[in-house]
């Protein structure tokens, strides 16, 4: 704790973002992106050539910091975020994850009964097991020295549930969707296990030196809307008003049927897909909250004068009050120029009444 | 032809979902499953673990209408759709498919250059390889003997593009998005030969018995808005324009951006997924069409009672104009108890105006 306080003096030079996030006004918006620290910077994938794999990175705090540098020194964006993944969760509550290549996650063991919800630790005995990703944030906010704010995340409770349940990826996340059904008291102690143990985790984020909380609720949109009310939008709820240290984003990806009550969130920011039309989102949300997105990540892959026209008019759409980032994640073969030429388009932006 | 006319001249005794598509009044809503025809059903399991696989099914045509014909029997729906794949179109055109145990569609050639595109065969002369699809028509329609009304179908064309190009399911489906900004006169060449195709290959349905069309569209919901305006829905409508000989379903599923575009078509039917709310769509979509939805197919898990409960409440929220139906393909792994709950349900629900 006295550690992050004295890290967290360092004053920030660049706090676009989290003046954005708080409502303050800014000249021009802020920009990342969603999976910046990961294979569309060279710099990534020779690191990442000499590792045995994506866990030893995760788990490595001095190149999980280095890695979530890069894109700051090779992109120039506005923010940092640290180089971790939402399913560190579920390890330090009982269930180790692999990361296949090419494949994405895989769970040996999955929740399948009362029992194995019982056995889970959750809470801070479960996050004091994460202190690796504390260690990195360290790192990182020392070696960042106050050049951009530093973003902790989460995965919301949820996607995490779901992981859980189904041991992997899915098309149809039925096995989660399932016990929604057919075990919905299991299904809330699980999800409360899940919340307890992501509170604790942000805040030690938070001691670490986390500048910004994101929490990606990357299967929100496989939920019927009444569903997402229930199981889905109260825990989210539970951890905006514990996480009042900094400023919040939360990212339901495609549930744009929630959106209005996601806009009620005690959260500054809300995170938005690429479907979703920026003006109709600032209607549906309301004017007391930052929009964070929403470029087609594809878009990357067009001409350099078609970026530039769509950044654009993107930016023009939403108006002020916008954290710049695309819809999702990057992916990963996306040309290094596209990146740029999107980053750049947007730095070089300026806001019509600044200039007055 | 000649046969065809034979056949169709057998009267249709259970006509309700024709007449609900065309806008007529009838007592109860009718009631079919996607996927209806597969492993729900314990005689389908019986028939496919003596067959090679599932291509075997698909290309028998007495072996696809017994499938065809199962649920009719053992669960008394309102329609019978013809068990074959969206897939058959790709392959017709020159690009092979493989059904993969438990992970789905395999394409050992992609669309990869112009030279591939260049080298598809289509229109009439793809649509000529389907013979076994139009006999399975012929041999089901002759075994229905006007019991309920059979559908055919085929998919949209901006979801067989993703297919051809990604050669199997996708998280993001970037490949095929990346040409849409790439290339998006290739993207506009393909989509009019696979379109050119579809019609031909749904006239050719038509004419062997089909008593309906639907099309799906199962990867709409990936694509930015204005990206399904320009390469997904010029091509619907082109199909929509050329069938006229009967009914058309268009379920575009996730598209809830693409809504309104969608109500404006020249079809009959608008499919819902399990998102939206119906009042919500009947608002957006107006008045002259009738709307198929849209249960989340997990609900079929829960005990009978929530069945019926949420089924029924499903039922007043559409109101008339409805064919009901899931919001998705029925789950494999559904109990067979579940389903008839849904369906006995729906058939024993009587709207208040007939009772006046």
Redo the contacts between chains.
């Keep these: 704790m006295s550690e992050s306080a004295v890290t967290s003096k360092v004053a920030i030079k660049n706090d676009l973002i989290l003046k954005v996030a708080r409502g303050e006004k800014v000249d021009r918006p802020p920009v990342w992106l969603m999976r910046q620290a990961g294979r569309i910077l060279p710099q990534y994938r020779a690191l990442r050539a000499k590792l045995s794999g994506f866990k030893e990175l995760v788990e490595t705090p001095a190149l999980a910091a280095e890695v979530t540098i890069q894109p700051v020194d090779e992109l120039g964006v506005d923010a940092a975020i640290i180089f971790s993944d939402i399913l560190v969760i579920p390890e330090a509550m009982g269930l180790t994850y692999e990361m296949v290549e090419k494949k994405?996650p895989f769970f040996p063991k999955t929740i399948q009964e009362k029992a194995d919800v019982d056995r889970l630790q959750s809470g801070e005995q479960a996050a004091a097991e994460l202190s690796y990703v504390y260690e990195a944030l360290k790192i990182t906010k020392k070696e960042l020295d106050g050049r951009v704010p530093l973003i902790g995340f989460a995965g919301a409770p949820w996607t995490i549930l779901s992981y859980m349940l189904e041991g992997q990826?899915s098309?149809?996340f039925?096995k989660a969707?399932?016990l929604?059904?057919?075990e919905p008291v299991l299904a809330h102690t699980l999800l409360q296990k899940i919340t307890d143990t992501t509170i604790a985790y942000l805040k030690q984020k938070i001691a670490a030196g986390a500048d910004m909380i994101q929490l990606f609720d990357s299967w929100a949109?496989i939920l019927?809307?009444q569903?997402y009310s229930t199981f889905a939008l109260p825990y989210i709820r539970q951890i905006c008003e514990a996480i009042q240290e900094v400023p919040l984003t939360v990212f339901a990806k495609?549930a744009?049927?929630a959106l209005e009550e996601l806009g009620q969130l005690d959260c500054n920011t809300i995170g938005l897909d690429?479907?979703?039309?920026p003006q109709l989102a600032r209607k549906i949300v309301g004017p007391k909250k930052a929009l964070q997105g929403n470029l087609?990540?594809?878009?990357l892959?067009?001409?350099m004068a078609?970026i530039e026209k769509e950044s654009r008019s993107m930016l023009q759409s939403f108006g002020d009050r916008h954290i710049v980032n695309l819809g999702?994640g990057v992916?990963p073969?996306t040309p290094l120029d596209g990146v740029k030429c999107f980053v750049n388009t947007v730095q070089s932006f300026t806001y019509p009444a600044a200039l007055s």
Tied chains: 1, 2.
């Design positions: 994405g990826g098309k149809t039925s969707r399932k929604l059904y057919t949109g019927p809307a569903q495609d744009w049927f690429w479907h979703i039309d087609d990540p594809c878009l892959y067009a001409p078609e999702h992916y073969d």
